[in-house]
C-alpha cells in the first residue's frame, strides 16, 4: 500500500485482520510511490495490479479485468461521457489498444474513453514498467519541467469550463454502445476560462483535484507504458458504478449511490454487447440473456453452451438437407435456435466472467462450421427436391469464406500498424508528432488531399451516427451473422434454396463493398 506518512496512523485500524500480509509503503511524493512501483516489478514473476485506493466501485467491475485471461497488460476504461468528468484523466483507444493516454503532465488529443485508475501490468512488461517508472520518478522530482507545469495549469482551465458548462443531458445515460474508433472530444462554446463563474462548492472541488492530480502514480504508469509501445488493452467498467470521491462528504455521496445499483440486473444487462447487430440486438439479445443467467444457475459453462449450439446447427443443416417444405421450416426453425444458443455463451461468458482463448477460438470455428454446413445443406436438399443450385451455393460460399478472411486479416493487419507506430517520448506533455498541441477533439492536419477527403468522408460519417436509424441501418448493410442467419431461415421456410442463395449474394456483395470502401477510407485517414 502506498499512502503519505501523515495517513500512516489513520490506516492501521483498518489493516487490522486482513489476512493477506500488507506492506506499507509512506512517500512523501509520487516519484517515492513510483520508485516503491519499480522495486516491485523488478521483485515479481506475476503480474501487478494497480489501483488508486480512493475509487468507489463494484467488486464486479475489478472482477471482470483480473479474471480474463485475454486481457494480459491493461486497464478499466469507460466511454460513458459522465463517468469521472471533468476530472478523470482520458485516453485514446484503436482496437481496444491504449494509444495514448493523460497524465497530470500529459494530454490527449482526440480521447473517446475515460482512464478509471487501475492498471494490471503482466509479467512480460514488468521490466518496461519499472524502467518508465524510474524515468517517470526522475521527471515528477520537483521543480517540475515548464511545459509540464503548463499543462497542468491547462487541465485546471478546462475543467473551469467544464463545470461552467455541463454536458447535455442527453448524455447522461450514455452506455458504452461506441466503439473505441470514435472520438468524442467535443470542443467547449466558452473559450476564456477566466469568465467562468463557478460556485464556491465547484472551487472548492477544483482545488480539490489540483492537489489529487499530480499525486496519480497510476495515470503516471499507464503514460510511461503506452509511451514505452507495450500493447495495453481494455477492460470497460459497462453500466457499473464507478466514482472517486475526494472529501468526506462526496464519500458519503457514493456509499449512498451504489447502493441503488441492482448489480445482477446490471451484470446482466452489460453481458449483451453493446455493438451487435441489429437483429441480434433487437430480436435475440432481449431474451438469451435470461437463458444465460438460466444456465449460469445450473453450473453451464460457455463451452457446453457453444457445443449445443453446433448441434443444434448441425442438425438444422440436416433438416435442410430434406429438400422438402417441412425439412425446410424446421431446419429455419432450429437454425434461429441455434444462434440464439451461439449468442448465449458468450452473455454466460461475461456475465460469469468465465473467460477463455480455446471458447473464443471454438465459438469463432463453429460459427463458420455452422453457416459452411447450412449453405451445403441448402444445395444438397434442392438437388434432392429437382432444383439444383450448385452454382450459386458454391458462389456464395466462396463470397462468405472471403469475406470472413478479410474480416479476420484486416484487424490483424491494423494490430500491426498500431504497433509500429511511433510513440513521443515522456518528457513531451502532447501525443502529436510534432509535440505541440491540437485544436480539442481534431487529428492533425494532413498534407495529402486524399486523406483530407478520406477525413471529411469519415466525419461525415460518424456524424449521421448521431441518429439511430442510420447507425442500426448501417450495422445491417454490413450483413453480420445475425442478419445472414435471418435471411437464411426466411427466405428457406417461405421460398426456396435459390431464393435464399441470390439473396445472399446480392446482400453479400453489396456488404463487401460497403465494409471494404470503408476500410479504405480508414486507412487512407490513418
Not at 164 to 182: I, N
Not at 285 to 293: G, H, N, Q, T, W
Not at 412 to 427: C, D, K, M, N, S
Request: glycine fraction near 6%.
Amino acid at each position: 500500500m502506498l499512502t503519505r506518512p501523515q495517513w500512516v496512523a489513520a490506516l492501521q485500524p483498518s489493516l487490522q485482520g486482513v489476512d493477506l500480509s500488507v506492506q506499507v509503503h509512506a512517500g512523501t511524493e509520487v516519484s517515492d510511490d513510483l520508485r516503491v512501483l519499480a522495486r516491485l516489478a523488478r521483485a515479481r514473476d506475476e503480474a501487478i495490479v494497480v489501483i488508486n485506493g480512493d475509487i468507489v466501485t463494484h467488486r464486479e467491475a475489478l472482477a471482470g479485468m483480473l479474471a480474463d485471461p485475454r486481457l494480459a497488460t491493461g486497464i478499466l476504461t469507460s466511454t460513458r461521457r459522465v463517468i469521472g468528468r471533468p476530472f478523470a484523466f482520458r485516453t485514446r483507444s484503436v482496437r481496444g489498444r491504449v494509444m495514448s493516454a493523460a497524465s497530470p503532465y500529459h494530454a490527449v488529443q482526440s480521447p473517446n474513453a475515460t482512464f478509471l485508475g487501475v492498471v494490471k501490468v503482466a509479467p512480460p512488461h514488468l521490466e518496461t514498467m519499472a524502467e518508465a517508472a524510474e524515468r517517470l520518478a526522475t521527471m515528477c522530482t520537483p521543480p517540475l519541467p515548464a511545459n509540464w507545469q503548463e499543462e497542468l495549469g491547462a487541465k485546471a482551465d478546462a475543467w473551469r469550463l467544464a463545470l461552467a458548462q455541463p454536458p447535455p443531458a442527453s448524455t447522461l445515460d450514455e452506455d458504452e454502445s461506441r466503439t473505441d474508433d470514435d472520438a468524442t472530444a467535443a470542443p467547449l462554446e466558452v473559450e476564456d476560462p477566466t469568465i467562468a463563474l463557478l460556485s464556491e462548492d465547484d472551487e472548492a472541488e477544483i482545488r480539490q483535484w489540483l492537489g489529487a492530480a499530480p499525486e496519480d502514480a497510476a495515470s503516471l504508469l499507464l503514460v510511461g507504458l503506452v509511451r514505452s509501445s507495450v500493447h495495453v488493452g481494455v477492460s470497460h467498467l459497462r453500466k457499473l458504478f464507478w466514482t472517486r470521491p475526494l472529501s468526506g462528504r462526496a464519500l458519503a455521496q457514493a456509499a449512498e449511490d451504489i447502493t441503488r445499483y441492482d448489480e445482477d440486473r446490471v451484470l446482466l444487462d452489460s453481458s449483451v454487447k453493446k455493438n451487435d447487430g441489429f437483429f441480434t440486438t433487437f430480436f435475440v439479445s432481449p431474451y438469451s440473456k435470461y437463458i444465460a443467467r438460466w444456465a449460469a444457475a445450473r453450473g453451464w459453462t460457455p463451452n457446453a453452451v457453444t457445443m449445443v449450439s453446433l448441434a443444434i446447427g448441425v442438425a438444422a443443416a440436416l433438416a435442410f438437407a430434406t429438400g422438402g417444405r417441412a425439412g425446410l421450416v424446421a431446419g429455419a426453425v432450429l437454425l434461429q435456435l441455434a444462434f440464439t444458443t451461439d449468442c448465449v455463451d458468450g452473455q454466460l461468458a461475461r456475465y460469469t466472467r468465465t473467460f477463455s482463448r480455446l471458447g473464443a477460438w471454438l465459438d469463432s470455428i463453429f460459427d463458420r462450421t455452422k453457416e459452411y454446413a447450412v449453405f451445403a445443406a441448402l444445395a444438397v436438399g434442392a438437388s434432392r427436391a429437382g432444383h439444383p443450385v450448385w452454382i450459386l451455393a458454391a458462389s456464395a460460399l466462396a463470397l462468405q469464406t472471403v469475406r470472413h478472411a478479410i474480416d479476420f486479416s484486416y484487424p490483424t493487419a491494423q494490430h500491426q500498424v498500431l504497433g509500429a507506430a511511433r510513440q513521443p517520448p515522456l518528457e513531451q506533455p502532447y501525443d502529436g508528432v510534432g509535440g505541440g498541441r491540437a485544436p480539442a477533439g481534431k487529428p492533425p492536419p494532413q498534407s495529402s488531399s486524399r486523406r483530407d477527403l478520406a477525413r471529411t468522408a469519415i466525419r461525415t460519417w460518424r456524424f449521421l451516427d448521431r441518429r439511430p436509424a442510420i447507425r442500426w441501418a448501417k450495422k445491417a448493410i454490413a450483413f453480420p451473422i445475425g442478419e445472414r442467419f435471418a435471411v437464411i431461415s426466411l427466405t428457406a421456410a417461405l421460398t426456396t434454396p435459390r431464393t435464399t442463395f441470390v439473396v445472399l449474394l446480392v446482400w453479400g456483395g453489396l456488404a463487401a463493398s460497403y465494409t471494404a470502401g470503408g476500410r479504405v477510407l480508414r486507412s487512407l485517414y490513418r
